[in-house]
């Protein structure tokens, strides 16, 4: 059999199953693991000496994953990597959370994160950064780049990070692993600390889509504790692995190969376009126009819903208290000390936006902008079934280069962005590496509530590529 850290989930599973693998020793070998390379690489806030799972079973039963700190686990402590929140300890499990333990799959600990999930490079973490499996002096991406990292590492097969604008794509490309980010409503989000809840989404990150699909057909679903969550029927996605691509439509917008585009991180996704014609697929030009207000447009939403989200963080409620003469003083200083900077920028934006005076010239109109760009999505997919583009202008960057910079920072959402603007499914995997051995992401976007056309076509891509294979030298 190959190095058990080589297995993919699904193969975990079965070698469990037909008893040529012991659970306990799949998780004490992964935790051994974790114990020896984590020390340098950071992706993980805590493990657990005990799996966290419960007697269900699934056809993922026994596998660990990861899940990101900002995800409830009953009795485990939960930070979002943030001062405020060092002492707490989750009161309930989150509705993905219960559905893992109820599929048996063993919960191994919790991953770094950007503050609050503020951030695209895992650097804005009261616990230090995380660091890219591939080159220890590049970013993993953020704001799950923890867990993208654990799997990009192997340190563990699965993890669930969450998304309100890239935040599972961006780190899964610049680690090499698929990070999907299912439609709005698709997956629960009762127990995920709130970001910006008309973005948000919790999804998978694994290294192939044969373990996306299975992971998919666990954590998504309705659920009565969150009323966004949708009752449409969600099926099995495992019946999606098939390669049978001939006639899907495929989109590629002219708006996201301009400017900015690095030359490999363009030439690796137009060899992916390749790949997709060869097989059959049509690719068509289409045109997002509405492209280039995105990064305004979510900035304003994102950090508008962020700074009331963030109100029940005052050290009464929630967080560690600073004490002081009057009840003003100790919301002041316990939210002073206790957020970072780049929590306190979204604040300041945020309250800004929606104050008497400003909140029609900013949040209001970024509202009707939102549906504008939503409207270019129903208009392309009246004539695509998916759209193709690269998942990030340029592979991992440097740890440093940007954090003194927040707007270059929040360029590099430029593609992913749009996706969650409009509630629309996207996926990155792997599609090529750089001379320097850094992993190149491409994205596929779908319509609402079509997951299953994006794993078909991704399997059909990673069963004759080899990309998803590679596995950093650490
Ligand atoms: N990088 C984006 C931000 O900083 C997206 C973060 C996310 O998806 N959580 O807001």
Same mark, same amino acid.
């Given at each position: 059999m190959k190095d058990l850290f080589n297995l993919t989930g699904v193969e975990?599973?079965?070698a469990i199953k037909n008893g040529d693998l012991k659970e306990e020793a799949v998780y004490s070998s992964f935790k051994a693991r974790i114990d020896k390379i984590d020390s340098s690489l950071n992706s993980f806030v805590q493990t657990y000496e005990k799996p966290v799972k419960s007697e269900g079973e699934s056809r993922l039963s026994g596998v660990p994953i990861a899940v990101k700190d900002n995800i409830c686990v009953k009795g485990k402590a939960i930070t979002c990597s943030s001062k405020i929140l060092s002492s707490h300890i989750a009161v309930y499990d989150a509705t993905v959370v219960k559905k893992l333990k109820q599929a048996g799959l063993q919960i191994i600990g919790t991953t770094n994160m950007d503050e609050f999930a503020f951030g695209s490079s895992t650097e804005n973490s009261c616990y230090g950064a995380t660091k890219n499996p591939w080159d220890y002096t590049k970013v993993p991406g953020g704001s799950s780049g923890g867990s993208a990292a654990a799997v990009g590492a192997r340190l563990a097969p699965f993890a669930l990070g969450?998304?309100?604008?890239?935040s599972i794509r961006q780190p899964a490309c610049f680690c090499g692993v698929v990070g999907f980010k299912p439609t709005y409503g698709r997956v629960s989000r009762y127990g995920l600390v709130a970001f910006a809840s008309s973005l948000d989404q919790i999804g998978p990150i694994t290294t192939n889509f044969v373990d996306c699909a299975y992971l998919l057909n666990i954590i998504c679903g309705a659920d009565d504790f969150d009323s966004t969550s949708s009752r449409i029927s969600t099926g099995d996605f495992t019946k999606e692995l098939n390669d049978d691509i001939e006639n899907i439509k495929i989109g590629v917008p002219r708006q996201y190969f301009s400017e900015g585009l690095m030359l490999p991180v363009k030439e690796a996704v137009e060899e992916a376009i390749n790949t997709f014609r060869k097989k059959k697929a049509k690719i068509i030009e289409i045109d997002l126009p509405h492209t280039e207000y995105a990064v305004a447009v979510y900035y304003i939403i994102a950090s508008s819903e962020a700074s009331s989200n963030l109100q029940r963080f005052d050290g009464i409620k929630y967080g560690v208290r600073q004490n002081a003469a009057s009840l003003k003083e100790v919301y002041t200083h316990s939210r002073q000390q206790g957020f970072g900077e780049e929590a306190k920028r979204r604040i300041f934006l945020g309250t800004h936006s929606l104050s008497s005076g400003y909140y029609d010239a900013y949040y209001?109109?970024?509202? $009707?902008?939102?549906r504008l760009i939503k409207q270019d999505f129903d208009k392309a997919f009246s004539e695509v079934d998916v759209i193709l583009t690269p998942t990030s202008p340029t592979p991992a960057f440097g740890m440093g280069a940007k954090s003194q910079d927040p707007l270059s920072m929040y360029l590099s959402d430029i593609y992913t962005i749009s996706a969650n603007l409009a509630g629309a499914p996207a996926v990155s995997f792997p599609c090529g590496f750089t001379k320097d051995n850094l992993p190149i992401g491409v994205q596929l976007i779908g319509k609402e509530f079509d997951e299953a056309t994006l794993?078909?076509?991704?399997?059909?891509?990673?069963?004759?590529?080899?990309?998803? $294979?590679r596995i950093p030298n650490i």
């Open positions: 975990i599973a079965k969450s998304d309100t604008g890239g209001v109109k970024a509202l $009707k902008v939102r794993i078909r076509l991704g399997f059909s891509y990673q069963n004759c590529t080899e990309f998803h $294979k």
